[in-house]
């Protein structure tokens, strides 16, 4: 994967995910890496970030490189510098830089023009970062992912369609339950679909339904970083997909919780269910560090 991108999980093939994951599992376990020695990571965050910004760092600090926290707003960038022109110079200063915005477009822009690796650290379209960490919590949890059924409940957002590219690739079954007017884009739908090779795809607006038997219950917020102002129309309709003590009853007996976060309790998962035994989400958010770890360790060769 060397000077390679990661822009969608639909980058990777599925031994390239199975190498990458079981890179960040050897690392987790101890082994050491000088990968970024001498190396520097651009962080370019448009939008708020706890986990993504802080696990890059340590990441790229374990591996012997540095970091460089660019705040867009104190950029030209920020003044109307294009991204052409943007990319160009950061990719002369830069050995890699990871981008969270807005538009899939942009971070796609920075790429075309960088020529050095650009890495999604989330758009309004995938969090494929983010699905790295899930499946190596699943993998750690369950010993493999073949034969699982994972069902996400809420909005068909960025988590969801990462979901789906990282499921199919891994050949994880999976169920997306979200009211109806708030699906996964078909597109996204439809890779998933060409990529999964045996697993299962389904769709539905029927919470219960889907968490049937499932081993993996994994949900986000209903309103993501750009949407606020919807956070109130959308409450009463996705209520009922809402990730709580008696949905999880539905679950597997074995099953774990999963949850992005940050999480609003009451809201898609309850205060019980986020703190419960099932809960994963700590070891969850642990993980984004080991995965981008070997994520960098990866792209820098
Ligand atoms: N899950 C996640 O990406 O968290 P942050 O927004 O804190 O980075
Ligand atoms: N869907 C959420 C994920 C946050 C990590 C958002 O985009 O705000």
Request: hydrophobic residues 40%.
């Amino acid at each position: 994967m060397k000077g390679q991108n990661l822009l969608t999980l639909g980058d990777l093939s599925s031994g390239e995910l199975e190498t990458l994951l079981t890179l960040a599992q050897q690392l987790k376990a101890g082994d050491s890496s000088q990968a970024a020695k001498n190396r520097v990571l651009g962080l370019l965050f448009y939008k708020a970030s706890t986990r993504t910004r802080v696990s890059f760092s340590v990441a790229t600090y374990h591996l012997g490189g540095q970091v460089i926290d660019l705040n867009p707003q104190a950029m030209q960038v920020g003044r109307g510098e294009p991204i052409q022109d943007t990319a160009r110079v950061l990719a002369g200063y830069l050995d890699v830089l990871a981008i969270r915005t807005f538009a899939q477009e942009d971070i796609e822009a920075f790429a075309h023009y960088a020529g050095i690796p650009v890495i999604n650290a989330l758009s309004d379209l995938c969090h494929p970062c983010q699905v790295l960490a899930d499946l190596l919590t699943i993998k750690e949890c369950f010993g493999g992912w073949e034969g699982l059924t994972l069902t996400y409940l809420g909005d068909g957002n960025n988590v969801a369609h990462s979901l789906l590219l990282g499921c199919a690739l891994a050949g994880v079954n999976i169920r997306v339950a979200t009211p109806s007017d708030y699906q996964p884009q078909s597109a996204i739908v439809q890779q998933a679909k060409k990529l999964a090779s045996g697993s299962e795809i389904i769709l539905t607006d029927d919470p219960k339904a889907a968490a049937e038997g499932a081993q993996v219950i994994y949900t986000d917020v209903w309103a993501s970083m750009g949407q606020e102002d919807s956070a109130a129309t959308r409450l009463p309709v996705f209520t009922p997909y809402q990730v709580n003590e008696e949905l999880m009853r539905l679950a597997s007996t074995d099953a774990i919780v999963l949850h992005c976060l940050p999480a609003h309790r009451g809201e898609e998962i309850t205060e019980a269910v986020l703190e419960s035994y099932q809960s994963q989400v700590w070891r969850q958010a642990e993980n984004r560090m080991h995965a981008q770890k070997a994520l960098l360790a990866s792209v820098l060769g």
